[in-house]
């Protein structure tokens, strides 16, 4: 298989989504230069984005970037979503993918790559763990080994490493809930 051609089955979707100094449709057209206006808009609105491309007057015209506009973490994560929409690939790989999304991000990041995943084989690289729960298998690695592997109800079973780190996430949740409600 030719370099080319492995990497067009794959798509990525990295913890800290870099998007160069151009307009938006040029960052998602990056995945595909051919793409239509229309493609591109269709893959912005899979990966949650039309909210981003409304607020500006230039919409997908907008340039992004050094000399002009700015956008947030979780946006430009967004933004990258598109991109791997717009690529269609079949293998997806997610490293920590939604680690900068904000709140207000954090919902719509976690919509636009459930809709990505269908029907895709998709490697997950998280430390968040609510965003591994519906995996398929989950490999809890230490030190560079994998140490545990299953589903997210079979690891918690097993009551070994993931199990623990689950009932610290879980107890965290909680307490910033309780603490929340009391403010």
């Keep these: 298989i030719a370099k080319e051609d492995l990497m067009n089955t794959v798509s ?26 229309e493609e591109v808009l269709e893959a912005l609105q899979k990966a949650q984005c039309m909210d981003i491309v409304q607020k500006f007057p230039l919409g997908i015209e907008t340039i992004i970037g050094t000399n002009g506009v700015y956008l947030s973490g979780g946006e430009q994560q967004r933004i990258s979503i598109a991109r791997a929409v717009l690529k269609n690939a079949p293998i997806l790989i997610l490293d920590e993918a939604t680690a ?25 690289i998280a430390h968040r763990l609510s965003s591994v729960t519906g995996a398929d298998c989950i490999y809890v690695l230490q030190d560079g080994e994998i140490m545990e592997s299953g589903t997210h109800s079979e690891l918690v079973a097993q009551n070994g490493i993931f199990a ?3 009932k610290n996430y879980s107890e965290a949740v909680e307490w910033k809930l309780a603490k929340e409600a009391k403010a």
């Design 12 to 37: 990525f979707v990295f913890q800290n989504s870099r998007l160069i100094k151009g307009t938006i449709l040029e960052n998602v057209r990056m995945a595909r230069p051919n793409a239509t206006k």
């Design 100 to 124: 900068y999304a904000d709140p207000d991000n954090e919902v719509r990041v976690q919509q636009a790559l459930s809709a990505l995943s269908r029907g895709k084989t998709v490697v997950m």
């Design 164 to 166: 623990r780190m689950w």
